[in-house]
C-alpha cells in the first residue's frame, strides 16, 4: 500500500470527497456474491471469576483454632490442695498434659483446612486469570496455574479483556446531541507531523469514555497507524487549538452530524469522517456492537479498524476495495459493509501498515 498522502493545513480537509460521498450511495457496494466467509465466530465475551472466598474463611478459622488451644493450657492444678497429696498432684498435671496435646492437635487441623484453601486461591494461576478472557474454573484446577505465566500483566490482561467485550447498545439510540470532552492530555510518539485531536463522548451515553479515549490514542499512536515510519504523531488534548474532533456517538447523532457534511449513514448505521465540520463521527452502535464481516471474537480489531478508517479519511484517504482473493482488506475498505468486491473476498485487517 502507498504511503499516506499530505494532510491540507491544520491536518483538515477542506470538505467532503468526492468519492467518499459517492461511496454511500452506491447501492452496488455490497458483496458481489451475497456471501461473506467472514462471518461471525464464537463469542469472545469474557466472564468475571467468582471468588471462593476462601482467605476471609481461613483467617477466620485459623483464629478460632488459636483461641481454642491457648484455652486449653490453662493450668489444670488448684492451687488450694494440701502438699502431701501427691497423687492428686501427679493425676491433675498429667490430665492437664493430655488436654493441651489434643488442643493443640485440633487447632492445628482447624487452622491447616482453610488455611490450604485460601493457598490455592491465592495460587499464581488463579490470581493471574481473574482478569483474562474466557471461561473460569473455581481456582482450584491445575489448568489456570499452568498457564499463568504465559499471560500479560494484569493491566494489559484488563484492558485487552474490556476492548475484546461486547455491549448492550440500541442500534436506533438517538441521543442529546451533547456532548462532553474527556479531560487530560496525552502525547503521543513525538516524531514526524504532530496532530493534535481532542476526544468528545456524547452526554448520557452508556459507554465508558475514558475506555474510548484510551484506544483511540493507543491506536493511532502504534507504528501500525498513520504514524507509521516516524511520519506522525497524534497528542490528545482537552483544551486549546485542535486539528480534529473524535467523537463517540449515538446512531442518531452520528447521522445528523455526517449530514452536515452530506453523508446518509442510516442505511448500514455506519461512522462518517464529517468533513466539512470538525468531528470525525464514531457511532456508538458500531463501537459498541461491531460487524458481522469481524465477528464476535473480533471486537478489538474491528475497533482498531474504526478509529483508523474515519481518520484515515480526515487524513485524505478515500475509500478502496478487495483487490485479491485471501489478501488483507485494506483499511479503508468499508469493511464494516462487506469483505468481498469482483469476486474477490479479502480477510478483515484493522491497519493501514498491518506487520
Known amino acids: 500500500m502507498s504511503a499516506p498522502s499530505g494532510v491540507a493545513a491544520g491536518g483538515l480537509m477542506p470538505g467532503p470527497r468526492k468519492e467518499y460521498v459517492e461511496a454511500f450511495d452506491t447501492p452496488d457496494a455490497l ?3 451475497g456471501e461473506d466467509v467472514f462471518a461471525a465466530g464464537a463469542p469472545g465475551a469474557a466472564r468475571a471469576r467468582r471468588r471462593t472466598g476462601a482467605d476471609a474463611g481461613g483467617t477466620h478459622d485459623g483464629g478460632s483454632g488459636t483461641d481454642t488451644a ?14 502431701g497429696g501427691r497423687t492428686r498432684t501427679f493425676t491433675g498435671v498429667a490430665a492437664a498434659a493430655v488436654t493441651t496435646v489434643l488442643a493443640v492437635v485440633v487447632a492445628g487441623q482447624v487452622a491447616g483446612g ?4 485460601g493457598n490455592t486461591a491465592r495460587s499464581p494461576g488463579g490470581a493471574g486469570r481473574s482478569d483474562a478472557p474466557g471461561d473460569r474454573d473455581d481456582g482450584r484446577g491445575g489448568g ?16 485487552d479483556a474490556v476492548m475484546a467485550l461486547k455491549f448492550p447498545l440500541d442500534p436506533k439510540l438517538s441521543g442529546s446531541g451533547a456532548f462532553k470532552t474527556i479531560p487530560g492530555h496525552d502525547k ?6 504532530v496532530l493534535r485531536y481532542r476526544v468528545d463522548v456524547e452526554k448520557g451515553l452508556p459507554l465508558d469514555g475514558e475506555l474510548f479515549a484510551k484506544a483511540v490514542h493507543k491506536t493511532l499512536n502504534d507504528d501500525r497507524s498513520w504514524g507509521h515510519g516516524g511520519t506522525r504523531s497524534f497528542d490528545r488534548v482537552s483544551s486549546g487549538r485542535a486539528d480534529f474532533v473524535i ?7 452520528t447521522a445528523k452530524w455526517c449530514a452536515k457534511s452530506g453523508l446518509d449513514i442510516t442505511q448500514d448505521n455506519v461512522s462518517c469522517d464529517s468533513a466539512s465540520t470538525e468531528r470525525v463521527m464514531i457511532n456508538a452502535y458500531r463501537w459498541a456492537q461491531g460487524a458481522r464481516t469481524f465477528g464476535d471474537d473480533r471486537m ?5 479498524m474504526l478509529i483508523n478508517h474515519e481518520v484515515g479519511h480526515r487524513l485524505g484517504h478515500n475509500h478502496e476495495y478487495c483487490s485479491r482473493q485471501g489478501a488483507l482488506a485494506p ?3 468499508q469493511q464494516t459493509k462487506f469483505l468481498t468486491t469482483d469476486g474477490a473476498t479479502c480477510r478483515p485487517n484493522a491497519w493501514p501498515y498491518p506487520k
Open 31 to 33: 458483496d458481489c456474491d
Open 114 to 117: 482453610p488455611q490450604d484453601e
Open 300 to 304: 478489538h480489531a474491528y475497533r482498531q
Open 70 to 83: 491457648e484455652g486449653a493450657e490453662e493450668p489444670r492444678e488448684a492451687g488450694g490442695h494440701a502438699k
Open 247 to 253: 467523537t463517540l456517538a449515538s446512531p442518531g447523532t
Open 331 to 333: 483499511v479503508m475498505m
Open 188 to 193: 503521543g510518539t513525538g516524531r514526524g507531523q
Open 144 to 159: 489456570a496455574t499452568a498457564s499463568a505465566s504465559a499471560e500479560p500483566t494484569p493491566t494489559a490482561t484488563s484492558y
